[in-house]
């Protein structure tokens, strides 16, 4: 499973996940061509806001786009979090910062006139 983040242009912020949600391919900012996950020959479910960008250039037979499921939700994430919880699994919010994928490119405000 690959769920892919629209992060604009032709870049996307993607992960691998083999059947049993074991992490592949860390999740990273990635530009999208043609050869993308190209390496892989079994088949891969493609989902997600960013997949659609991919859709009309991807040439892999083995990638299947899962259209209709955009977007994280509730219903599939609660369970994880449930499990997390029970075994005590929780993170120190005082030391908690974002994962940052990329570095932040700001650009200076226009001038007006």
């Not at 940052?100 to 006139?113: H, Q, R």
């Amino acid at each position: 499973i690959c769920p892919m983040l629209d992060a604009r242009r032709m870049e996307v912020y993607c992960a691998l996940f083999d059947e049993m949600g074991k992490e592949i391919i860390p999740t990273k900012a990635v530009i999208l061509d043609e050869e993308f996950l190209s390496e892989f020959k079994e088949p891969i479910v493609v989902l997600g806001n960013g997949s659609h960008k991919w859709k009309s250039i991807c040439t892999n037979p083995a990638i299947l786009f899962e259209d209709g499921i955009d977007y994280p939700n509730a219903h599939f994430i609660g369970p994880l979090a449930y499990e997390r919880f029970l075994n005590n699994s929780f993170e120190n919010l005082v030391t908690l910062e974002p994962q940052y994928l990329k570095e932040f490119m700001g650009t200076k405000p226009k001038k007006l006139v």
